[in-house]
């Protein structure tokens, strides 16, 4: 894990709930994490244990290409730990149910970066 400074900006895609709460946009279930505006949020600790954090993106322009949706959401974001090097993609639908598999198939888009922890600052308009 490396240190940064924060005069990099970073990016995290979320959902938006029917009820309005934050929430991962790409993993449910076990895996899912929700996210408050401005409060410091880590991976599911079960997934931390075995070396998966959150995952974000160091341009807009990566995040932008992800939220396809009209439920996600753009955020700059503050970040703490910054990890050099990306795991291994994992099998999406087992995340949701708990279970770790790693994926052949699975791969992060250019631009992700895996933190320890995230902080929403601002919605970024779309």
């Given at each position: 894990m490396k240190s940064k400074g924060q005069s990099k900006k970073y990016y995290?895609?979320?959902a938006k709930a029917l009820d309005g709460s934050l929430t991962s946009a790409f993993s449910s279930g076990k895996a899912g994490v929700?996210?408050?505006?401005?409060?410091?949020v880590g991976?599911?600790?079960?997934?931390?244990?075995?070396?998966?954090?959150?995952f974000i993106y160091d341009k807009l322009r990566g995040a932008?290409?992800?939220?396809?949706?009209?439920?996600?959401y753009i955020y700059e974001c503050e970040v703490r730990g910054v990890y050099r090097?990306?795991?291994?993609?994992?099998e999406s639908t087992s995340l949701s149910r708990g279970e770790f598999e790693v994926s052949a198939?699975?791969?992060f888009p250019l631009g992700t970066v895996m933190?320890?922890?995230?902080?929403?600052?601002?919605?970024v308009k779309k």
């Open positions: 995290k895609v979320v929700c996210y408050k505006k401005g409060e410091w991976a599911p600790p079960w997934l931390a244990r075995k070396g998966y954090h959150l932008e290409c992800l939220a396809t949706n009209t439920v996600h090097k990306l795991p291994q993609g994992l198939f699975e791969q933190v320890r922890e995230v902080k929403l600052l601002r919605e």
